[in-house]
């Protein structure tokens, strides 16, 4: 019969089998101390990186009463869509009034229109009639030099022909008269050409048979047109004017994007310029990492990125870096350390390096999360830094 200790010793692992059991352990630690080992050869890793985006902060350009904000941290906006109302009813009223005023405008330069174009037919027509009567003193006047070339001919005629005897003196006398009076006929007739030619000439600035025209010249007519086209140039650009400033009331998302946070309420009085709210384009986010100036030569262009984001541990987010940084971030500090004191203790210096996001479930992160990245910087078909 077997006795309890020897059964208890016969269970006890030998020791062929702890060390065995020594050796995986610490073929796993080394195994482990490799891959650290490996991996921080082949990475440069940051643990205090964000994700971040362009902040976009929604200013009105008018100051005002807001009559119109209802929107909460968390909405999404369209580009365009209006963020907030101003009070605009004195700006619309004075809208009414200047659209009426350019309707009385257009009103006024259709009217000059109307007149400039009856003037000139009523000169048009006073310049034909004064040509015709010019045309009709010219045939009078040629009518009565040729009468009066007849009777000099005739009285010449006769009063040789009386120095003969041959005619009486009465027929003298007679044809005598009759060319005094066709000289007289002559002269009167040339009066008239005169005249008709002085009236033609004040024809072509408005005044017909010496009275001036019912409208003004048309010369006149056009200058007065375009005074008034002038004012209703004015009046429309007045009018652009109000409407822009009506527009300018209501304040524009500009960029689609979700808001970050609301810096006024409902009924608040803004200046013009006093940021009304923040928002950022979620599509357009990135991560900056502050990665250590002695790792810095490692980083090259387009190195690949594995980023774990504290919010979602289990997540898998890929990236690349775009853009590395010239200046370290303690150069951008609010009170920078200029050691006056002359004492000197070096601190390893942190460079902003950019990484785009390449996949992963982005909707799900926004700006100033938390994240750790790992830069693969092993390859070397990348550009440098």
């Avoid at 010239?326 to 002359?342: C, E, V, W």
Wanted: charged fraction near 25%; aromatic fraction near 4%.
């Amino acid at each position: 019969m077997t006795s309890p200790t020897s059964n208890a010793v016969s269970r006890r692992p030998g020791k062929g089998t702890k060390l065995t059991l020594l050796a995986l352990v610490l073929l796993a630690c080394l195994i482990w101390a490799g891959f650290a080992i490996y991996h921080r050869m082949t990475h440069v890793s940051a643990q205090d990186a964000r994700v971040m985006a362009d902040q976009v902060t929604v200013s009105s350009r008018l100051a005002g009463w807001v009559t119109d904000f209802s929107i909460t941290e968390g909405d999404h906006l369209d580009k365009g869509a209006v963020v907030a109302k101003l009070y605009s009813r004195p700006d619309e009223q004075e809208l009414a009034t200047l659209e009426a005023g350019v309707a009385a405008m257009q009103a006024r330069v259709d009217y000059q229109r109307q007149r400039l174009e009856i003037a000139e037919r009523q000169l048009a027509g006073g310049k034909t009639l004064t040509r015709q009567e010019l045309s009709a003193s010219k045939a009078a006047m040629q009518a009565a030099q040729a009468r009066l070339v007849q009777a000099r001919k005739d009285f010449q005629r006769s009063d040789a022909l009386l120095a003969k005897h041959s005619v009486s003196q009465q027929q003298r006398d007679a044809d005598y008269y009759a060319y005094q009076a066709a000289q007289a006929e002559y002269h009167q007739a040339k009066q008239e050409v005169a005249v008709s030619q002085a009236q033609a000439d004040n024809a072509e600035v408005g005044f017909i048979n010496g009275s001036q025209m019912p409208l003004p010249n048309p010369a006149v007519q056009r200058s007065q047109l375009q005074v008034a086209r002038q004012e209703l140039a004015q009046a429309r650009a007045r009018l652009e004017q109000e409407k822009q400033r009506i527009a300018d009331l209501q304040v524009p998302s500009p960029v689609d994007g979700v808001v970050n946070k609301t810096l006024i309420d409902q009924g608040e009085y803004v200046s013009a310029g006093q940021p009304i709210l923040m928002m950022h384009d979620p599509d357009k986010l990135w991560v900056e990492a502050k990665i250590k100036e002695t790792d810095i030569a490692e980083l090259r262009v387009g190195q690949p990125v594995d980023i774990t984001v504290d919010a979602y541990p289990d997540r898998a987010f890929h990236g690349h870096v775009t853009v590395i940084g010239r200046a370290a971030t303690s150069q951008f500090a609010l009170l920078p350390d200029p050691n006056p004191s002359g004492n000197f203790t070096k601190i390893t210096q942190r460079i902003p390096v950019r990484i785009a996001l390449d996949d992963g479930p982005a909707d799900l992160i926004g700006p100033g999360m938390m994240v750790e990245v790992d830069i693969d910087v092993s390859g070397d078909d990348h550009q440098p830094s």
